[in-house]
């Protein structure tokens, strides 16, 4: 399938796009829901998925949008929003589906390839509930092994913070902050920044940090 993901968070839906082109499908990654409507146009995907809020525009706003232009792609938002009310929203503008971005990627994954093949998903009716596997307990004792310092360096990769960034973010130098990044990766057994991502995010656990 041809998809497009739409998302300013570029660590999360980079990791998203990885996983997603390994299952073979043709992925584009844009970071503004402008640009997702330029390439919709261009190479007619399957699936459109777009976050909620942006920082100089809403998503909700381009769903019907995307929809009029594109009539064969399903939309889908992807956000971190459990709001009934967002989800109604998105809904009511034509989305094929809303998911949450503390859904496992497998959950996420599975559901955008519904969506690619006609499947309206079915709504998220239940408040979010803390992941129980075997995978996200073993994921969040690692995490809780973390200092506060890492803590803050694994939440500033998640909002795709690079060196710089991470060393302004604690008032450090850069130096520093490459250490603190490294002893991250190394804690969560883990080699790059993605695959940190990735890991936080497949166990629920990056809007906890």
């Given at each position: 399938?041809?998809l ?6 570029r ?16 992925v ?10 330029l ?8 699936v ?9 525009a809403?998503g909700?706003?381009?769903v ?9 792609c ?5 956000s971190?929003s ?15 589906g809303f998911?949450?971005?503390?859904l496992a ?8 390839e519904?969506a690619?093949h006609?499947?309206?998903l079915?709504?998220?009716?239940q408040p979010?509930?803390?992941v129980?596997?075997?995978e996200?307990?073993r994921?969040?004792r ?8 890492e ?23 850069q130096?520093?902050?490459r ?13 790059t920044r993605?695959q ?9 656990l990056?809007?906890?940090?």
């Amino acid at each position: 399938m041809r998809l497009v993901l739409c998302d300013d968070h570029r660590l999360f839906i980079e990791s998203l796009a990885t996983v997603l082109a390994r299952r073979g499908h043709e992925v584009v990654v844009t970071h503004s829901p402008d640009q997702a409507l330029l390439i919709g146009r261009e190479i007619r995907p399957d699936v459109c998925v777009i976050d909620l809020r942006f920082p100089d525009a809403n998503g909700l706003d381009a769903v019907p949008l995307l929809r009029a232009r594109l009539p064969s792609c399903a939309i889908v938002v992807l956000s971190g929003s459990d709001d009934v009310a967002d989800q109604s929203a998105a809904l009511t503008a034509g989305a094929a589906g809303f998911l949450r971005k503390d859904l496992a990627i497998s959950t996420i994954i599975e559901a955008i390839e519904r969506a690619g093949h006609g499947r309206r998903l079915a709504p998220l009716t239940q408040p979010r509930q803390p992941v129980a596997s075997a995978e996200h307990l073993r994921v969040r004792r690692l995490v809780e092994a973390l200092t506060d310092r890492e803590r803050q360096v694994l939440r500033s990769l998640v909002e795709a913070e690079d060196t710089v960034a991470i060393a302004h973010t604690l008032g450090v130098a850069q130096s520093t902050a490459r250490t603190h990044l490294q002893n991250v990766l190394l804690k969560l057994g883990v080699h790059t920044r993605l695959q940190a991502v990735a890991l936080v995010a497949d166990a629920g656990l990056a809007d906890t940090l």
